[in-house]
């Protein structure tokens, strides 16, 4: 069964640094997009960032300036790097993988806690 791996999260203080990582299965397929949305306190889902076949990344503009997207293609793994992290980042960041095969594969997301 495809799937993706999540790896990364833990507990950081503020102001510090974090990297994400999602590690496609084998033979999950060519990717379409490949990204992360994020669950923060008792709202709903928000878009993180994400990276098409291009490279080329998108970031929502309220995430800009401490959230970057990289991929490494030979490994099919995508990293969320972030930056300045702030309590309110605190939440479940949980990867996607949208695969021509598949449709969208969904990781069981990774906590991110941001506290002194």
């Known amino acids: 069964q495809v799937h993706v791996v999540e790896s990364g999260g833990g507990l950081v203080e503020p102001g510090g640094s974090l990297t994400l990582s999602c590690a496609g299965s084998?033979?999950?397929?060519?990717?379409?997009?490949h990204g992360w949305w994020r669950q923060v306190g008792g709202a709903g889902r928000e878009l993180v960032a994400w990276?098409?076949?291009?490279?080329?990344?998108s970031i929502p503009d309220s995430m800009q300036g401490r959230f970057a997207i990289r991929r490494d293609n030979a490994k099919n793994t995508a990293y969320l790097d972030m930056y300045n992290l702030k309590p309110d980042d605190t939440g479940v960041y949980i990867c996607?993988?949208?695969?021509?095969?598949?449709?969208?594969?969904w990781g069981q997301g990774t906590q991110v806690t941001v506290a002194s």
């Open positions: 996607y993988y949208d695969s021509n095969t598949y449709g969208r594969i």
């Open positions: 084998e033979g999950i397929g060519t990717f379409q997009s």
């Open positions: 990276i098409a076949p291009s490279g080329v990344p």
